[in-house]
């Protein structure tokens, strides 16, 4: 027993646990509260009471059409970090940890978006598609061609993802590169010994080595995907074109402060959250099963 | 024991360098002022009365702050008041007018935290914070100040009454809406300014032959000015101002015609992505022949010669005059209950209204809004007007209805889903729906 007295403990952890409850676990149940009705303000104004109006916000989400774009769109963001953000992390990682000379400057380089804040990432983006002066408009006038509308219903969700997940490749490349680094030497040469060559050695023991460190990666990419905003909201506000690159962040934002929908916006709020919960422990689930088999 | 005194002493610290982040201070926010009396070095005049007043100190809030080109005449003019009535000291956090800004003073009203004086909206955007009974009518008032709001024309005061009919609010200027045309581009492909939607429709096509946007407008950010103009004109002053229960025919035809300019190619390739600056630097920097917005567009343009503001063209059938105007007063100043039943308080608040929207500072509003706007009261005009400024007072004076936008009758929410929606009804979505889901809200609120 480090310590033999708990007591003294308790008042380092209760100042934090009262701040969580006050600001965050508070608020929830009180959001939780105010799905149910109908909020004429973000508060109640003496004079105008709010109208209970039980399941109402729950059965709107079933004919949003919008809800179903932005939880849509959201899951097609799971999918595209899993694969995108920490597939091409993990390359770059496994690429960069092989060379000798020159490797800071790869971490740098890599992880150098993470310190670029997302509002500014989305103004450069944003001008880059801008049809009138746009950049890329100015590179195609440049070659003789028609000018394009990069945020045109066709192409906006694509435009917008690739800046969302450039920018956090570099977060997932610095957490495996540090995985990397802790995998012993002794054991790639004892592989290179035994003739396994290098592209056998990432799938044979970098892999099922990294393991506990992609599952980190894989569960931070897919719960992070249900939060992203600033971004796609940046580039595109209101989920511009036609609210097609809607995700429940930006959805839910453009509900609750440009609709003043506030009781509508608690209850996109609570999906999120229930999202988030579920789509983790279904990360879990899939890994766990996974390990048991391969005990096998 | 020294161990246990320290960890005692190490969560107090702790807890209290978490509070200390909640505290609420008055001088956070970098567009909040705060004017305190002993900012001012010298008290020059003091009136005989004041030397027998006990010193008192009243809590004003006001959008004018920040950016807005009010904001210095305001901080001016409390900075004069201060040194007229050297025993009042008003402490003023003001803001420039966001819903943050809104539900802010809303929640201050809901815990009692309310200022002394607020000046704020006087449509249906202060519904809720009317409703609390908080504010003191202007009747009320005149019958212990008979001079509180004399240089006022009552029928900006009638213009500034609350939804539910009765005057609170003292206003100082007003606004309106109109279509800002670069005229020198309609000179350079022969093209007369638009009167009507033939002549609108002849532009949208020559400038949309020439490479040159016909209309400047988001869709996805500020679609206002076109909604209420096309419902204005779509149903006449009368349906216009009127608050159905479901959609009428003639505001679903309103809606529908930003569908009609739309198919023109009148709207930029990118009206669904871009945002409201953009499109304004696309008409400021000649990319763009026409804009339709509101008279505070006017000061930032640089070429005020070349540029004009003339009445909406219209369209087919429609039912509004040519020459109706969207605009009116919508904001002036509150003296509250609270201030009002606090014997201290109570003259030094009517005191500080009185000097906010007097002739000489209505007058000051006036000009700093280049001078186009519509005052509460009677204003000396300026010389040396630029020929926008000289088209916006032709365009006003020769305005043949003149109505308040739709956001000052219905409520908020009902308003903002009309304005969220209207980028789908733009590529086909139904207006009548649109149109029916916003009414059903209002008719909630009701």
Redesign the interface.
């Known amino acids: 027993m480090l310590y033999k007295k708990k007591w003294?403990l308790l008042?380092?952890v209760?100042?934090g646990l009262?701040?969580l409850f006050v600001f965050l676990y508070l608020p929830f149940v009180e959001n939780i509260k105010n799905s149910f009705f109908?909020m004429?303000?973000?508060?109640?104004?003496?004079?105008?009471p709010w109208?209970f109006i039980q399941f109402d916000n729950y059965k709107k989400l079933f004919s949003d059409e919008t809800i179903a774009i932005a939880i849509g769109n959201s899951f097609r963001m799971m999918g595209l970090t899993v694969v995108f953000e920490v597939g091409f992390a993990f390359i770059l990682a496994v690429l960069v940890n092989n060379i000798r000379k020159g490797q800071q400057i790869f971490r740098t380089v890599f992880f150098f978006p993470i310190v670029i804040s997302a509002t500014a990432i989305g103004l450069l983006f944003k001008l880059f598609y801008?049809?009138?002066g746009g950049m890329l408009n100015q590179i195609l006038k440049s070659l003789s061609l028609d000018p394009v509308?990069w945020?045109s219903p066709e192409l906006?969700f694509l435009m917008i993802c690739i800046p969302t997940l450039w920018s956090y490749v570099g977060f997932y490349f610095v957490i495996l590169l540090t995985g990397l680094t802790n995998i012993s030497d002794d054991i790639y040469e004892a592989a290179d010994i035994d003739g396994c060559s290098k592209f056998k050695q990432v799938f044979y023991l970098t892999i099922p080595m990294m393991r506990p460190v992609i599952v980190t990666c894989v569960t931070l990419a897919v719960t992070g995907a249900l939060k992203v905003f600033d971004l796609p909201w940046v580039i595109?506000?209101?989920g511009?074109?036609?609210?097609l690159t809607h995700f429940l962040g930006t959805y839910m934002y453009?509900v609750t402060?440009?609709?003043?929908?506030y009781d509508y916006g608690s209850t996109i709020a609570i999906v999120i959250v229930v999202m988030g919960v579920v789509v983790s422990r279904l990360v879990h689930i899939i890994f766990r099963d996974e390990k048991k088999e391969v005990g096998r | 024991m020294k161990k246990k005194a320290l960890s005692i002493l190490l969560a107090t610290v702790l807890t209290f360098t978490m509070l200390t982040g909640c505290g609420k201070t008055e001088e956070t926010a970098d567009d909040q002022t705060t004017t305190e009396a002993t900012d001012e070095a010298e008290v020059t005049e003091t009136e005989p009365e004041a030397e027998a007043q006990k010193d008192v100190t009243i809590k004003t809030v006001s959008m004018f702050g920040g950016t807005d080109p009010n904001a210095e005449v305001y901080q001016q003019i409390i900075a004069d008041f201060q040194t007229t009535y050297d025993y009042i000291t008003v402490e003023d956090n003001s803001q420039s007018s966001d819903e943050e800004w809104k539900a802010s003073v809303a929640a201050d009203f809901s815990v009692g935290n309310e200022p002394d004086v607020l000046q704020f909206f006087t449509d249906a955007t202060a519904n809720q914070i009317v409703a609390t009974d908080k504010f003191v009518s202007i009747e009320e008032i005149h019958a212990e100040y008979p001079e509180y709001a004399q240089d006022t024309m009552g029928t900006a005061l009638e213009a500034a009454k609350n939804t539910d009919g009765v005057q609170r609010a003292v206003p100082t200027t007003g606004y309106w809406e109109g279509l800002f045309c670069n005229k020198d581009l309609f000179d350079q492909y022969n093209l007369a300014l638009p009167t009507d939607f033939a002549s609108l429709k002849t532009a949208i096509e020559t400038f949309n032959e020439n490479g040159i946007v016909p209309i400047a407008v988001s869709l996805n950010n500020v679609p206002h000015y076109w909604v209420e103009f096309s419902l204005l004109y779509a149903a006449g002053p009368e349906g216009y101002e009127a608050v159905p229960e479901t959609a009428p025919a003639d505001w679903v035809r309103g809606l529908e015609f930003v569908k009609t300019l739309r198919d023109l190619g009148a709207f930029p390739v990118d009206t669904d992505t871009v945002d409201n600056e953009y499109v304004g630097s696309l008409f400021k920097s000649k990319q763009a022949a026409m804009q339709l917005d509101g008279s505070w567009f006017l000061g930032g343009i640089e070429d005020q010669e070349n540029t004009v503001v003339i009445a909406f063209p219209g369209m087919d059938d429609q039912k509004a005059e040519a020459g109706s105007i969207v605009g009116g007063i919508s904001s002036g100043f509150y003296i509250t209950r609270k201030a009002w039943e606090d014997p201290d308080k109570r003259d030094a608040a009517v005191k500080f209204v009185m000097a906010q929207t007097s002739q000489e500072a209505v007058q000051k509003y006036w000009e700093k809004g280049g001078a186009v706007g519509k005052a509460a009261v009677e204003v000396t005009p300026v010389e040396g007007m630029t020929n926008l400024a000289l088209s916006a007072l032709a365009y006003t004076n020769g305005a043949t209805a003149l109505c308040a936008p739709t956001d000052s009758r219905i409520d908020p929410e009902a308003y903002k889903t009309i304005i969220a929606g209207i980028v789908k009804v733009s590529t086909g979505g139904s207006a009548e729906d649109l149109l029916n889901e916003a009414l059903a809200i209002n008719n909630d609120r009701k």
Not at chain 1, 40 to 48: A, K
């Open positions: 003294p008042i380092f209760v100042p009262v701040f109908d004429t303000g973000v508060v109640e104004m003496p004079g105008s109208k801008n049809y009138n509308n945020l906006a595109a506000a209101n511009a074109p036609q609210g453009q402060f440009g609709m003043n929908n």
